[in-house]
């Protein structure tokens, strides 16, 4: 059992798993064919084939009596635990986590959709999103899958390739990574005819050593393509252009800076702040007026990635208008909240480093005429680099010119005396112990018409200081 994951629909037959995956069957069970594939007990049908995966907090293979109990049409294990006594089919592989990988390449094959696989270091949901709403525009919702939630590891990709019905014309998979090889084997599994790098920034370091660790690890999905595929590149940053140099298929660059040479950029960018972004999308010698509704010049870069990738599948350019000026921003990326009290949030709180958090920190600065508040947590798996990074953070929120900044996190002092040292007056710097205690500053310190921008790690969980405004401006007691 991992996190909770619903079962996929993609139906096999016995030949086809034991094919697909070089496994050994142990025990023929009363079924040849399965119906669906899960890693969740908890969600599992009667006749599907449960797959223990080994993970961090759990082990599938602790699951097998539930699996069985439960209808499993049989178990895949890994071979030390063949012999476990289950009532139901059971395969033997050596490792479960390659195996899933390799039964999803094979319905992948046997589907054919075009593939577009997004990864990068800030951007690659948005990115997601935003080609899904130009896509739905252009075949039809129900005929394109996409990544969901945080399904973008080595068990969540392939659980999601197993959503595949055979109908859809496309699907677009996010693709994510703590360490060098991951990428490569997620494409490996995916066999992307599209491969977009939304940039480079320092995150992971603690796995990847350097921003070059990071550009190597995030180039392995344009050295894993195949020529017959098109690598989507961002011409603003250097590291993914030099990562597609060696890319012998074809290339689609985008970018704002860039006005030479990029297939798909940007013209007239006007930031109207909290209101979202204005700008004409140039497709070689085509153009048209995009209104985003999402806040962030950065979203414009998210909104080139999407248009080049939808451009690589052919879509036209009335349909990459009509969804990007649909879109809507995910949970917690740009999220605008109104509370009760009269206080705008601005909700950026699904995770940090320190590029997005350069990023939603220049869109506080642009939103003018009103108190801007930054709370921000720590930024998480940077490894050596964390105090400095943390210390440029605070000198980024005083060129931002902050009204007020409050702070979360064991690196918090960091980031107080890196605005202090850019000229951050101390007593507008507020260092809290806990989310209760945060939001409770928060709430005594904003008045109607502030603007206050949450940001942190995912495991910052500022989302709770939110939570906890949004209850007290309703008149909940919070503990």
């Known amino acids: 059992m991992n996190e909770p994951i619903e079962g996929a629909p993609a139906a096999f037959a016995l030949e086809e798993i034991l094919a697909a995956t070089g496994g050994e069957l142990v025990r023929l069970g009363a079924r040849t064919r399965f119906p669906g594939v899960t890693t969740d007990s908890r969600s599992l049908r009667p006749g ?186 961002n011409a603003d940053d250097p590291l993914v252009s030099a990562s597609a140099r060696a890319f012998p298929g074809r290339k689609v660059p985008f970018g704002t800076e860039a006005a030479a040479g990029v297939t798909v950029g940007a013209q007239g960018i006007v930031d109207h702040g909290l209101e979202g972004t204005e700008f004409r999308l140039v497709v070689e010698r085509q153009e048209a007026a995009i209104r985003l509704a999402v806040p962030g010049r950065h979203n414009v870069t998210n909104a080139l990635a999407a248009a080049a990738a939808a451009h690589a599948l052919g879509v036209d350019i009335g349909a990459m208008q009509a969804g990007l000026e649909a879109f809507q921003p995910p949970g917690m990326r740009m999220e605008v909240t109104q509370l009760p009290t009269g206080v705008t949030v601005l909700n950026d709180a699904y995770n940090a480093n320190p590029a997005s958090m350069a990023a939603a920190l220049s869109t506080l600065a642009a939103s003018r005429g009103r108190r801007r508040v930054a709370a921000l947590g720590e930024m998480r798996e940077l490894g050596e680099e964390a105090p400095r990074a943390h210390r440029a953070l605070g000198a980024a929120a005083a060129a931002a010119r902050v009204d007020a900044l409050f702070l979360l996190g064991p690196l918090a002092a960091e980031v107080r005396a890196g605005a202090e040292a850019a000229g951050l007056p101390s007593e507008r710097i507020t260092i809290a112990a806990s989310h209760a205690e945060l939001a409770a500053r928060l709430a005594a310190s904003c008045r109607a018409g502030d603007l206050v921008l949450l940001k942190g790690s995912r495991g910052a969980a500022m989302e709770e200081v939110l939570r906890r405004l949004t209850a007290e401006a309703g008149g909940e007691r919070q503990p």
């Open 48 to 233: 599907e084939l449960f797959v223990a995966i080994r993970g961090e907090a759990h082990d599938g293979h602790e699951f097998l009596p539930e699996a069985a109990g439960r209808g499993a049409g049989a178990v895949m294990v890994e071979r030390a635990h063949a012999e476990r006594p289950l009532g139901c089919g059971v395969i033997a592989v050596r490792d479960t986590l390659a195996a899933l990988g390799d039964l999803a390449a094979f319905h992948r094959r046997r589907c054919r959709p075009r593939i577009v696989a997004v990864t990068g270091s800030n951007g690659k949901t948005t990115t997601k999103e935003m080609l899904a709403a130009i896509l739905a525009r252009a075949l039809g919702p129900e005929r394109v899958l996409r990544t969901t939630g945080t399904q973008n590891n080595l068990v969540g990709l392939p659980l999601t390739l197993l959503r595949l019905a055979g109908t859809e014309a496309a699907a677009i998979v996010e693709l994510g990574m703590n360490g060098p090889g991951e990428i490569w084997r997620l494409a490996q599994i995916a066999e992307p005819d599209v491969g977009v790098i939304t940039c480079v920034a320092p995150a992971h370091l603690e796995g990847l050593g350097s921003i070059h660790g990071v550009a190597e690890a995030k180039a392995e999905l344009y050295r894993r393509l195949r020529p017959s595929a098109t690598a989507v590149v």
